[in-house]
Every structure is written in structure tokens, then in C-alpha cells.
T-cell receptor, first 115, second 113 residues
Framework: EAGVAQSPRYKIIEKRQSVAFWCNPISGHATLYWYQQILGQGPKLLIQFQNNGVVDDSQLPKDRFSAERLKGVDSTLKIQPAKLEDSAVYLC?????????????FGQGTRLTVV | SQQGEEDPQALSIQEGENATMNCSYKTSINNLQWYRQNSGRGLVHLILIRSNEREKHSGRLRVTLDTSKKSSSLLITASRAADTASYFCATGGATYNNNDMRFGAGTRLTVKP
């Protein structure tokens, strides 16, 4: 089966610019996650969707970050305006969802560099 | 906020030796997972253990869970150079959300050939 697809793989922008990342989860997966992973740290959950509804966005910096999941399938994560500290790898993951947790599948990530 | 904390932060062993990594967490959980991340790549699921389980095996991997101590361990037996990677624990179900996953900072494992 096809895995989680993310694009772009790399992005370099100047601070105060905006950027968007795209994620296509595995077909049929109801749960979709966005994580931010700063170099040398573990992934930090930004937002979790169940179908097209937000389950948890408690750690999403809502003054500059936004995310949506169109028709419960693809998702985009946007940063506007970007700051230097946003430099990180942004990981998308999906899982079947349901009442019991099952394994999640991760994309290769988008490496963002803010200069 | 992060939930799990892995220990040690870094571990270096010789090929063929066993590697043990530990994960401690703060709140009650419904499940705990271990993931591996090779440099510059996405995370790969290794094993999931639920709160009512104490031990699980998968190939050369053995995971234990002690909910009374809020800790888990991952044992890799007969390690190989290809096991070199970062290993993360992810806790879930601390709230009503049974599908959440919160990661620790990870253990960087180096297996020398």
C-alpha cells in the first residue's frame, strides 16, 4: 500500500514569509497528525484530526500556525509569518483511528529552514 | 507538552550486545508505543503495548510496561549495525483522546560493527 506522502521535502524561506506543507495520508485512515521535530528533540504534536474534525490542537501556536483537513483526506499546515525558531522537520502521520489506538505511519517529513 | 522521557539520551554498544532503553512518563496512559527513526527519515513503528499488558515481543524486540512505576523498557537483543537509530516512546490515551501520541526526546543508539 502507498505510504503517507508529504511535500515539499525541503523548504528555505526568510523570516516573516509564509509557507505551506501538504500531506496525503494512507487511504482510509481517519486520524491524521502533524508534528514538529526540532533537531535533536522528539516530535511535538501540533494538531490531530479525526476525519475532518480537530481532536487536539492545544500545542499549535494559533497566532501563526493553521491547519485544515479537506474532506477528511488531505491536509495542509501553514505558517504565517515564519520565525527563525520554526526551523524544524514537520512530520505528518496517519492511523486507522477508532476506539483503540493502532500504529501510526509517518511520512518522510518536510525540512523547513527559516533564515 | 512532551509526555515520555527516554533514558539514556545516548547509548553506544558493540554489535551482538543487547541494548536497553527506558521510558518514563507522568500521567496515566492507555497505551505506549516505541518508534525508530533513522537519520533524516520518518519514524517507523516498532511495537505497541496497552496498559493492561506487561510484556510484548516482536522478533529481537522485547517491551515491558510497568504502570505502577509509569515506565517502559525496550530491549533489543543481539544488536546489529543496522539498529543504529534514534528510538522514541510515545504515550497515548492520557485524556479522553485514545488516539493521541506524545513523544519523548528519544535515545540515540549507536551499534558499532
Amino acid at each position: 500500500e502507498a505510504g503517507v506522502a508529504q511535500s515539499p521535502r525541503y523548504k528555505i524561506i526568510e523570516k516573516r514569509q509564509s509557507v505551506a506543507f501538504w500531506c496525503n495520508p494512507i487511504s482510509g485512515h481517519a486520524t491524521l497528525y502533524w508534528y514538529q521535530q526540532i533537531l535533536g528533540q522528539g516530535p511535538k504534536l501540533l494538531i490531530q484530526f479525526q476525519n475532518n474534525g480537530v481532536v487536539d490542537d492545544s500545542q499549535l501556536p494559533k497566532d501563526r500556525f493553521s491547519a485544515e483537513r479537506l474532506k477528511g483526506v488531505d491536509s495542509t499546515l501553514k505558517i504565517q509569518p515564519a520565525k527563525l525558531e520554526d526551523s524544524a522537520v514537520y512530520l505528518c502521520a496517519s492511523s486507522i483511528g477508532g476506539p483503540a489506538l493502532t500504529e501510526a505511519f509517518f511520512g518522510q517529513g518536510t525540512r523547513l529552514t527559516v533564515v | 507538552s512532551q509526555q515520555g522521557e527516554e533514558d539514556p539520551q545516548a547509548l553506544s554498544i558493540q554489535e551482538g550486545e543487547n541494548a536497553t532503553m527506558n521510558c518514563s512518563y507522568k500521567t496515566s496512559i492507555n497505551n505506549l508505543q516505541w518508534y525508530r527513526q533513522n537519520s533524516g527519515r520518518g519514524l517507523v513503528h516498532l511495537i505497541l503495548i496497552r496498559s493492561n499488558e506487561r510484556e510484548k515481543h516482536s522478533g529481537r524486540l522485547r517491551v515491558t510496561l510497568d504502570t505502577s512505576k509509569k515506565s517502559s523498557s525496550l530491549l533489543i537483543t543481539a544488536s546489529r549495525a543496522a539498529d543504529t537509530a534514534s528510538y522514541f516512546c510515545a504515550t497515548g490515551g492520557a485524556t479522553y483522546n485514545n488516539n493521541d501520541m506524545r513523544f519523548g526526546a528519544g535515545t540515540r543508539l549507536t551499534v558499532k560493527p
